[in-house]
């Protein structure tokens, strides 16, 4: 079956350090969505991508599909408190088998 | 406009127990999701619903587990048996295209199994 890994789990930063998030997948993937739950709150969408090596910026936010559309990155600039939450992503393979991947918690000391 | 609403936010049920969950997604939404996610991980599929038809129901732990969606709008979880493993937060998704549209989240049902 469809494996989704996301690394790392834990992320602790200083705010105005950058950080990434990386998710892989076992099967070449039709797209990718990454989201945002912040702590007791619901996941948020944040980005979709569907090309081949396709980068979309979101202000600090910057979004990567790989070549070989396999895996992602969400990197985010100069962090911030409110950026504090759990980043998942959750792909799609050619079956339309969706997957969330565990999510990386993203933890900012002021 | 309104969100996606999912009642009640919190349930607690005796082992046993039958217990179910209702999702009113954003109107107009054409697919709808149920999603499992236990203290800490990520959300797990369960079923996804286009319009009324259940098109995918292969994340459904048991039988014990029931989802329907009769007119293609409200859809309700049914569990039935229920397990402490059950306890988790069940959310809701609806996305006005098909499977790979953006999903917009409900608040969720925390059920709790004692």
């Known amino acids: 079956g469809q494996q989704v890994m996301q690394i790392p789990q834990y992320q602790h930063v200083q705010e105005g350090e950058d950080f990434t998030t990386y998710c892989n997948s076992s099967t070449t993937l039709s797209n990718i969505q990454w989201y945002k739950q912040r702590p007791g709150g619901h996941p948020v969408f944040l980005i979709q991508l569907v090309k081949s090596g396709e980068v979309k910026k979101q202000k600090r936010l910057t979004f990567q599909f790989g070549e070989a559309k396999k895996n992602s990155s969400l990197h985010i600039t100069a962090t911030q408190t409110t950026d504090v939450g759990t980043y998942f992503c959750?792909?799609?393979?050619?079956?339309?088998?969706?997957?969330f991947g565990g999510g990386t918690r993203l933890m900012v000391k002021p | 406009g309104a969100g996606v609403s999912q009642s009640p936010r919190y349930k607690v049920a005796k082992r046993g127990q039958d217990v179910a969950l209702r999702c009113d997604p954003i109107?107009?939404?054409?697919?709808l999701f149920w999603y499992q996610q236990a203290l800490g991980q990520g959300p797990e599929f369960l079923t996804y619903?286009?319009?009324?038809?259940?098109?995918?129901k292969s994340g459904l732990p048991s039988d014990r587990f029931f989802a329907e969606r009769p007119e293609g709008s409200v859809s309700t979880l049914k569990i039935q048996r229920t397990q402490q493993e059950d306890s988790a937060v069940y959310l809701c998704?609806?996305?006005?295209?098909?499977?790979?549209?953006?999903?917009?989240f409900g608040p969720g049902t925390r059920l709790t199994v004692l």
């Open positions: 109107s107009g939404h054409v697919s």
């Open positions: 619903f286009q319009n009324e038809a259940q098109l995918d």
């Open positions: 998704a609806s996305s006005l295209v098909g499977l790979a549209g953006e999903q917009f």
């Open positions: 959750l792909v799609y393979n050619a079956g339309n088998m969706l997957t």
